[in-house]
Structures are given as structure tokens and as C-alpha cells.
């Protein structure tokens, strides 16, 4: 293996990551404002996405749900990716693309928040899960990339896209990493005070 090869892929990524700085610190601030304001209305978060999305959705959900890296009591956010049960049945009886859409509607309240994590920005199920919380009034917030793709098109005005200015699906990933873990912390921060 090439040490230039894999010294690129951190230049790479350490280069999308200062243009997402730039880009995306205005977004995502609006983002922890109104996930706040949710949670401490006695709301809760749902969160989907796909394969490595998946993944980021439950990190996501665990960290509100236990800790990030402060003590605090727990918040309430729901991965919608976890339970195999309701998803196989969802898409064995109807479709793949339902498999979020229907979870967001039958837990889904106003006032709720869906974060939906798409790298594409063209997961059907995905747009789908949009759709049923701007059915049952709820903000979205759009952790995206790649031009952000079809999901800038449901979105509504009280939406938030954070869409990551990059192509490639590593870096789009690493950049939604860093920012679930600004969101965490900017929550936490509401919550508890500045360190």
C-alpha cells in the first residue's frame, strides 16, 4: 500500500472539511436551534438513512439518547433503522421505500424533528420519510451531499439541508460524522452551558 495514497485521503478530507466549514457552520447552527427547541418543548428526534447513513442515524440517536460527552439525563431520539421487525414487515407488505415513511407517521408528532441522512440526496426512502413528517408537521433536517440531490426538492421553507460540497461518498460521510458530533455538542451546550 502506498503511504502517499493514504496520505492524500487526509489531505482529501481534511480539504472538504475546511470548505465545509465555511459553508455549513450557519446551517448547522440553525440545526442545534431547533433541535433544542423540540427537545425542550417535550418533543423528540426520529432519524433514518441508509447503510452508513443507518449507522450515523443510531450514533446519533444513542448519543441523545445516552451521552455524548457530558453527563446529562437522557433525550429522546429514535433511530428508525433499528428495528428489523417493523422494517421487513413494512417492506415484505408494501415497499422498501415505505419502510421510514411509515414509522415517521406512527410515531411521528408535530413539533417533532426528522433527521434524515442521505449522502445521494436521492434515497427514495428517504424522500418518502420527508414527506410523512411535512404530513405530520414536523421540521426536517437534511444531512445531504452531492448537490444535494432530490431531497432539496421536498424540502420545505422551514427545513434545514446541510449538504456537505463534495461528490465523493467518503467524504460526504466523514463530513456528516463531524456533523452529528457538532450537533450533539451544540445541544449539549444549549443544555448545559459552554465548557
Known sequence: MSVERIQQHFRDSAAV?????????????????????????????????????????????????????RERPGLPAVALSTDTSVMTAIADDESFEQIYAKQVRA?????????????????PNVLAAID???????????LTGN???????????????ICVPSDRLARIQEV????????CDGIDAMLLGED
Open 17 to 69: 472539511k475546511l470548505e465545509a466549514l465555511e459553508i455549513l457552520s450557519m446551517p448547522i447552527a440553525a440545526a442545534i436551534d431547533t433541535m433544542f427547541g423540540a427537545l425542550a418543548n417535550g418533543n423528540r428526534i426520529l432519524a433514518c438513512g441508509n447503510g452508513g447513513s443507518a449507522a450515523d442515524a443510531q450514533r446519533f440517536a444513542s448519543q441523545l439518547i445516552h451521552r455524548f460527552e
Open 147 to 161: 448537490g444535494g440531490g432530490r431531497t432539496q426538492d421536498v424540502l420545505s421553507d422551514t427545513d434545514i439541508q
Open 107 to 123: 410515531l411521528g408528532q408535530p413539533g417533532d424533528v426528522l433527521l434524515a441522512i442521505t449522502a445521494s440526496g436521492e434515497s
Open 176 to 183: 456528516h460524522l463531524l456533523t452529528i458530533h457538532c450537533l
Open 132 to 142: 410523512a413528517a411535512h404530513e405530520r408537521e414536523m421540521v426536517v433536517i437534511a
